[in-house]
């Protein structure tokens, strides 16, 4: 049977939104929107959080003793880091066939679109190596120097008719061990993209997401 690790590496300091992984989002703290999504994924055999933050232990130890806690090393700490070099060494500490990480940066993300997402993998090997998780746009897009991207500018095409372009959300990736250690990259040379609706592929970078993914949580659950 086919075993699939759950990886999900918090730093305890984040610049741009002061201790976003731990800060209280709609009545508990960030992190803890994940892996109780995590724990509804049939597919998920472990739970892996690699963490700096004695507030992230302390926190998973109270609410989640079944999860698997890695104190990550202080070579690693730095925020200029590769999360690559993360990865790396949380493989190395637990066995998977395969390993899925996601952030506690995504807790707008779906049990059901996670397990999706393992589902369309696992039928598609060997031809798959991994797979990322990406959001369709349909908007007009240009280079810096002002030449487009993804349209002709002459046609003006509604942009419900533009071919769509597809950005790296950072919400789902899925990877073997091999794949990492082969290419030091979490997406192989035989990745496939899977798309996820946009209402789940919030990614909290700035104060401003912080306050949107909230409010957006907050609905859902009314």
Same mark, same amino acid.
């Given at each position: ?41 049939? &597919?998920? +055999? ?5 963490? #700096? $933050? ?5 926190? *998973? ?22 999360? !690559? ?9 637990? &066995? ?7 952030? %506690?940066? !995504? ?7 996670? $397990? ?12 798959? #190596? ?10 007009? *897009?240009?280079?810096? +120097? ?5 349209? !002709?500018?002459?046609? *003006?095409?509604?942009?419900? #008719?533009?071919?769509?372009?597809? &950005?790296? !959300? %950072?919400?789902?990736?899925?990877? $073997? ?36 993914? &909230?409010? *957006?949580?907050?609905?859902?659950? $009314?």
């Amino acid at each position: 049977m086919t075993t699939i690790a759950a990886l999900v590496p918090m730093r305890h300091s984040s610049e741009r939104v002061p201790g976003k992984n731990y800060r209280p989002m709609a009545g508990k703290p960030l992190f803890h929107h994940i892996i109780a999504t995590l724990q509804k994924v049939p &597919e998920i +055999g472990q739970i892996v959080v690699d963490t #700096d $933050s004695s507030t992230i232990m302390d926190g *998973l130890q109270e609410h989640f003793p079944e999860v698997v806690r890695l104190e990550r090393p202080a070579h690693l700490r730095d925020g200029e880091i590769p999360m !690559n070099e993360v990865l790396l060494h949380d493989t190395a500490q637990v &066995e998977a066939d395969f390993y899925l990480q996601t952030h %506690s940066t !995504n807790p707008l993300l779906r049990a059901e679109t996670i $397990s999706k997402a393992i589902q369309a993998f696992l039928k598609n090997q060997p031809e798959a #190596d991994s797979l990322f998780a990406v959001t369709p746009m349909q908007t007009r *897009l240009y280079w810096e +120097g002002g030449k487009a991207i993804n349209h !002709n500018p002459t046609e *003006l095409l509604r942009t419900q #008719d533009l071919p769509p372009v597809f &950005e790296e !959300n %950072s919400c789902i990736y899925i990877f $073997s061990r091999a794949i990492l250690v082969e290419h030091n990259h979490r997406i192989g040379p035989k990745a496939m993209m899977f798309p996820i609706d946009p209402d789940e592929a919030w990614d909290i970078d700035e104060e401003l997401d912080f306050e949107v993914v &909230e409010f *957006l949580l907050e609905k859902r659950r $009314s």
